[in-house]
């Protein structure tokens, strides 16, 4: 068995091809197109007591897993990938990767799980932080301390879609010796590479858009040097032991293959739902960076290749309006999560619950791969006046 070891830098094909590339395998046993799933979780040595594959137990290393982080290097220009259990899980290993006293900037808007994880377990472990609006440079950089150690970014934003400058905040916290954490979960590697903009670290949740299909939990961070960070990382990663089953390596792998058609289509359906969302008398506002009157039109041209397949529309009137169109209609269903290939809608505020900071008449929506001309239908019924 031997991975398909493809140079990791500089991205010397495009994203489509690396993704069909990076996730293929050649098999010496069986000459098998598609990657064979290892369930063994443990690996024999040979007579000389060497191990011959380099793989010794699964927690440490699996041929499903290697592939997968292989894979993930490869697509967003990074020198190494560890892939985890869950996006929190990755989240999760850079926090451990802190001393007590050190201090984290986290958006203002962000997945709901990040500053949790930062205020409900690790202010007992001594790290603290602040919440920033990350969009404006100038904030970070009047929020960064002598005890900062990570600005935390995560652009588009959750569920806000603010954008913040990748090239802009990485070479401010480069010069003020602070590491740039990206959650590139929302714009996939085929949309936005961080590293390539200066970040030091790309997290995902795998369980979006690189999985894509609603059927698999995983995360990953990827580093852009294969220096004391991501050394330390794949300490916590291995000796706390927060992987992805080989099985669960092998469907997001296979997810890979199909990313760069999805998401494209993904957000071209998007674009039109935004556009027909923003002209419609009963929505206030859409949140959405293909917009040209939205805040961050133009920095998301510069840095994305396409605004992406996430948007937010704060319905006229409120909660009880917003939660009546979420309701009425029949093609998207009303479910958390994301980056699937179905259509989903979802009233952030009730799923986040009383310490909510989502606008009450705010509905967050995954755009999936319906036709974009049914989906805007389902929406013109679902608003018509009661
Ligand atoms: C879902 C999500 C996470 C958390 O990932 P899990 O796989 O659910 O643990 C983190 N960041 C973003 C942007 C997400 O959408």
């Known amino acids: 068995m031997i991975l398909k070891n493809l140079p990791q830098r500089p991205l010397f094909m495009r994203p489509e091809t690396i993704a069909i590339q990076s996730t293929r395998f050649t098999d010496t046993n069986a000459a098998s197109v598609v990657a064979p799933l290892y369930l063994s979780t443990t690996f024999e040595r040979n007579?000389?007591?060497?191990?011959?594959?380099?793989?010794?137990?699964?927690?440490?290393?699996?041929?499903n897993r290697q592939q997968l982080e292989s894979a993930l290097a490869t697509l967003e220009g990074g020198a190494?990938?560890?892939?985890?259990?869950?996006?929190?899980?990755?989240?999760?290993?850079?926090?451990?990767?802190?001393?007590?006293?050190?201090?984290?900037?986290?958006?203002?808007?962000?997945?709901?799980?990040?500053?949790?994880?930062?205020?409900?377990?690790?202010?007992?472990?001594?790290?603290?932080?602040?919440?920033?609006d990350t969009s404006q440079a100038e904030?970070?950089?009047?929020?960064?301390?002598?005890?900062?150690?990570?600005?935390?970014?995560?652009?588009?934003?959750?569920?806000?879609?603010?954008?913040?400058?990748?090239?802009?905040?990485?070479?401010?916290?480069?010069?003020?010796?602070?590491?740039?954490?990206?959650?590139?979960?929302?714009?996939?590697?085929i949309l936005q590479r961080p590293l390539l903009l200066g970040c030091d670290v790309v997290m995902h949740s795998t369980t979006k858009y690189l999985g894509g299909h609603s059927d698999v939990l995983g995360g990953a961070l990827v580093f852009r040097e294969d220096g004391p960070l991501a050394q330390r990382a794949r300490m916590v990663q291995t000796l706390g032991g927060a992987v992805p089953s080989p099985f669960?390596?092998?469907?997001?792998?296979?997810?890979?293959?199909?990313?760069?058609?999805?998401v494209r289509?993904?957000?071209?359906?998007?674009?039109?739902?935004?556009?027909?969302?923003?002209?419609?008398?009963?929505?206030?506002?859409?949140?959405?960076?293909?917009?040209?009157?939205?805040?961050?039109?133009?920095?998301?041209?510069?840095?994305?290749?396409?605004?992406?397949g996430m948007l937010s529309v704060r319905v006229a009137g409120g909660?009880?309006?917003?939660?009546?169109?979420?309701?009425?209609?029949?093609?998207?269903?009303?479910a958390t999560s994301l980056g699937g290939v179905e259509s989903l809608i979802e009233h952030r505020a009730s799923a986040e619950g009383p310490t909510s900071q989502s606008p009450p008449n705010l509905l967050r929506v995954s755009v999936g791969l319906e036709h974009a001309e049914d989906l805007i239908a389902d929406l013109a019924q679902a608003l018509e006046p009661a």
């Open 139 to 189: 904030a970070i950089s009047q929020a960064i301390r002598p005890e900062t150690k990570v600005v935390w970014l995560e652009t588009p934003s959750n569920p806000l879609l603010k954008v913040a400058d990748l090239e802009v905040v990485a070479r401010l916290c480069r010069e003020r010796g602070v590491l740039t954490v990206c959650d590139n979960t929302w714009a996939t590697p």
């Open 248 to 262: 669960d390596s092998w469907m997001i792998s296979r997810g890979i293959k199909t990313l760069a058609v999805r």
């Open 47 to 63: 007579e000389e007591y060497e191990l011959p594959h380099g793989f010794l137990y699964t927690r440490a290393h699996n041929p």
């Open 80 to 132: 190494l990938a560890l892939a985890f259990s869950s996006g929190q899980a990755a989240t999760m290993t850079v926090f451990q990767c802190l001393q007590p006293g050190d201090h984290v900037i986290v958006p203002d808007d962000a997945y709901y799980g990040t500053p949790l994880l930062l205020q409900d377990l690790f202010s007992r472990w001594g790290l603290h932080f602040s919440r920033v």
């Open 265 to 308: 289509q993904q957000s071209a359906n998007a674009q039109q739902l935004a556009e027909f969302l923003a002209a419609h008398p009963a929505i206030e506002r859409v949140h959405y960076p293909g917009l040209p009157s939205d805040p961050g039109y133009a920095v998301a041209r510069r840095q994305m290749e396409l605004p992406g």
């Open 319 to 334: 909660a009880v309006e917003a939660l009546r169109l979420a309701g009425r209609l029949r093609l998207f269903a009303r």
